[in-house]
C-alpha cells in the first residue's frame, strides 16, 4: 500500500474519532481537531475546554496487522507529555474500531459511572 494511501486510511480513523468526541462532548471544531498526518505527539487535539470535558490522549492505528504494545507503549509516551490518559483508537477493514485502555484506568471510569447512576455508594 502507498504511503498516501496509508495517511488516507489512519485520517479516516482520526475524523471519525473527532466527530465522535465532538458530538459526545458537546464540543466544536475548534475544540476537537485531527492531527495533520506525519505529525508528531498525540492524533486527537485538544483545547483548554475539550480537555476538561475528555482529559484523554488519543493515539489512533487503522491498520491491518498492529502490534499492540507497541502502540500502545507511543499512547502512553505521546499522553505523558500532555498530561493526558492515554486511549489507543484501533481499526482495519470491515471492522468497528476498538479503544484499548489501562485497565485500571477503565474499572475507575466504569466505578465512576455506576456511582453516577446511583447504584453503588462509597462507604
Known sequence: MKSSSCKAKGRVLQNWVCAI???????????????????????IKLSAEARKRFNFAIECKNVEKINIWEAWEQAKINSEKEALIPLLFIKRNRTTPLMVLDAEQGMCLLHELAYLKGLIRDE
Open 21 to 43: 468526541i465532538r458530538r459526545l462532548f458537546h464540543l466544536s471544531e475548534h475544540d476537537v481537531k485531527p492531527a495533520i498526518m506525519g505529525e508528531s505527539g498525540i492524533d
